[in-house]
């Protein structure tokens, strides 16, 4: 029996065609906020051509748009070291805002089943307020913080995969999976938060080819920064140059107890 090939999606057919004529496809064919499903805002289409966010999803995901600083992502006066960084084995972290209010219900919401336009949508609001300072950061691919197999199979896809594929898109980088978490490991948000690196250690293997390279590392939530940490233990030991972190929300210090991430 031949495989019956289904003709593709109209929406697909304009993705590819937005691809090679950007513009003209834009003009006719606004594309859709994918929180709102409104189209997005011909001003902000001209002015971030990839933009799939309509300004008012984006100033309401993007509210709490205060300062962090860029070593543990608390909020801080500037980007510059605030002083009270843990010790941490990444060089810089970004982060898109605190996890809280409507961040944090799409954030949620990107984890479930067919989430991927969510993710797609928060990749988007990262890149516009990090892009510029990420490739001043020179990295030579996209790593996403991985979940274990079974619990990606059950849910049919990776949050962190498919915010990772987003950011490598935008920054022009490749999106390398070469880390695994080898063993399943208890939900963080399970566990107070002196218990989680414990948790996390050892769970991760990396791949030697990431021998030299400078890497990106994109997890979706940070909370006590565990995970990251243990993941980027994993990626300096297989021989990376450096890790920076792209994460889309992050619980802050005081809230780690309280409101914690999954
Ligand atoms: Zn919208
Ligand atoms: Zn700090």
């Given amino acids: 029996m031949p495989t019956a090939h289904p003709l593709p999606s109209a929406r697909k057919i304009l993705?590819?065609?937005?691809?090679?004529?950007?513009?003209?496809?834009?003009?006719?064919?606004?594309?859709?906020?994918?929180?709102?499903?409104?189209?997005?805002?011909?001003?902000?289409?001209?002015?971030?051509?990839a933009s799939i966010v309509c300004e008012t999803c984006a100033e309401g995901l993007a509210a709490d748009g205060r300062p962090r600083c860029g070593r543990c992502g608390e909020p801080a006066a500037s980007i510059d070291p605030c002083g009270r960084c843990p010790p941490q084995s990444w060089q810089a972290i970004a982060v898109l805002g605190g996890y809280d209010g409507p961040l944090r219900d799409a954030v949620l919401r990107g984890k479930r089943a067919a989430g991927e336009d969510g993710c797609r949508g928060l990749a988007d609001l990262w890149l516009r307020r990090h892009a510029v300072s990420a490739r001043g950061w020179n990295c030579d691919c996209v790593v996403p913080v991985p979940l274990h197999w079974t619990r990606r199979l059950a849910r049919g896809s990776s949050a962190t995969e498919t915010l990772a594929a987003a950011m490598a898109r935008g920054l022009g980088l490749p999106a390398s999976r070469w880390l695994r978490r080898v063993r399943a490991t208890r939900m963080q948000n399970e566990l107070p938060p002196e218990d989680r690196p414990r948790n996390v250690r050892g769970a991760f293997r990396c791949s030697p080819a990431v021998r030299g390279r400078r890497v990106l590392l994109v997890d979706d939530v940070v909370t006590t920064g565990a995970t990251i940490d243990a993941c980027c233990r994993e990626l300096l030991v297989a021989g990376a140059a450096e890790v920076r972190v792209a994460a889309i929300a992050k619980a802050d210090r005081s809230d780690s107890r309280r409101s914690p991430a999954p």
């Fill in 15 to 49: 993705s590819r065609a937005r691809a090679w004529v950007p513009e003209a496809i834009d003009l006719v064919f606004p594309p859709r906020c994918v929180f709102c499903r409104q189209d997005v805002d011909a001003d902000t289409a001209a002015e971030t051509p």
